[in-house]
């Protein structure tokens, strides 16, 4: 575990430099840790992702802020990795990239959906756009780079792919993922509490379906 | 319903406060001002909390019609502000208050010198947060006004209908920002950079691009060279963050910047310096400078201190004194306090 500042106004708990279960498990136990430790002065909010925590705090109480969180970090209970919820997404398996995936892996584009579609992910973050979850678990066969030309618009409920991770785009956004289909599930939704549909440590399943 | 009508939106005004705190974790922008210390200085010369919402004003601003029995309104930043009222235009100055009413029209022109002027209005604009806040990020469409910036015809509702007593107010002087080399913190990742990347980021000037907005400036200067990839397993982001593309040149991340990025970040503005950043605009340079965070805090506590007196010693307006006058002879009619919501 190291910290990093990240200018005066946060710091960066970091449990290794590249996406892992474990890691990305460490960053949840001191998530939870810091938000359920009782109040912290200067603490303004934190940010979870693969390998680390950002903690936001008052530029003039950093110190005191970063001694809470050390102490927390090294002290950390033995991490089980919690099974958060898990959510079914209905997925026409219709994507424009399925074909090129499909030729890309050198299986067909039936298997591509079977191997999409049989895992379970791990919801690691959520980011780049408002309710954005970053998934992890995409079978080894079926890990590409990003596309080498990034689309200038992805449509909403895109269901998509890139190395270990797949999500689901909830705004129409530029994008270098592989689209594999579409789901009509809505992710993100100012009306509801909290606004984003997957929160970090949620499991989800792509179910096919035909509309 | 007293108000402000659109009449011409100018460029991507939006409406921002100090920003949605709390929601970063779902991939929410923080969004809020690029300049904090404007926008407050622009609600203290119109009486209110100093984190109300103001109109930001990026380069030029809207043309606006006042249908209320009267409004106070303040511009912070340098803005040319004309006023029309009954069939005659002439010019207001900006960083004081002025007393609007009904009929009369407001065109906030250029904003010179700087990218951001802010727009307050006596008891705030009447609209609802969204998720606990009235700033708007644009890219995610979260905010009032349907999270968009303001358009020909948008009505910007007024929570008070008339103005309460007293008079209008101005800065005691005109709030400076400093100047030199822009103050970072080395890192989250300035190890993923070459050490001559790091001396040439410290010493060489890096000139702010076209390409800009809020969510970041782009810099243009000597490459610098990552010592392995670029990318790195993305984190979390905060305004400030230099993070350093394939390409080796920096982008400075501001206020509608998104959560989290898959960049290597050399270093991050610290928070002291961070709204004279955010002011930049195309083809200036900067060049930075590497504190510790003592230092940091030091600089952010006399930022504070400036501020906070700045806040509290107002000036109350001689009609027909111009404030270039009454700067240079120091002749203050009387000081007051500002209202100070915290």
Redesign the interface.
Known sequence: MRI???????F?V?FG???DPAANAKVMALCAAVLDGGHIPGL???????????V?VD??L??MVEGRVRALAQDLPEVTRTEGRLWEIPTVYDGPDLDAVAAATGMGRDAVIVLHSGQTYGVA????????A?MTGVAEALRLPRRVEPRVRVPAGSVAMADEMTAIYP?D?PGGWHLLGRTSVEL?N?DNT???MLA?GDRVCFVPVTS | MSLLRVIRPGLAGTLQDLGRVGYRALGVPVAGAMDPLALQLANALVGNRRDEACVEILALGPLLDVEADSVRIAVCGSARLTLGRDGTYRPLEAERSHTLRRGDRLEIGPVLGAAVAYLAVGGGFDLDPVLGSLSTSVKGAIGPLGGRALAAGSVLPLKAGRTGVGGDLALAAPFTYGDGPLRVILGPQAGHFTPEAVAMFLSAPYRVGKDCDRMGLRLEGPVLVHAGEAGIASDGLVAGCIQVPGNGQPILLLADHQTVGGYAKIATVISADLPRAARAVPGQVFTFLAVTLDEARLARQELDRRLQAALTRLCLVVPGVDLSALYYANLVSGMVDAVDGD
């Not at chain 1, 990093?4 to 946060?10: E, H, N």
């Not at chain 1, 940010?47 to 950002?54: A, D, E, G, I, T």
């Open positions: 990093w500042p990240v200018g005066d106004g946060a960066s970091e430099d590249r996406i303004v909010e934190v940010v979870p992702s693969f390998r680390s925590l950002l936001v530029p003039l950093y110190a973050m959520l980011g780049f756009m408002p309710g954005f970053y705004w956004s993100f100012l909290p606004p984003a970090p």
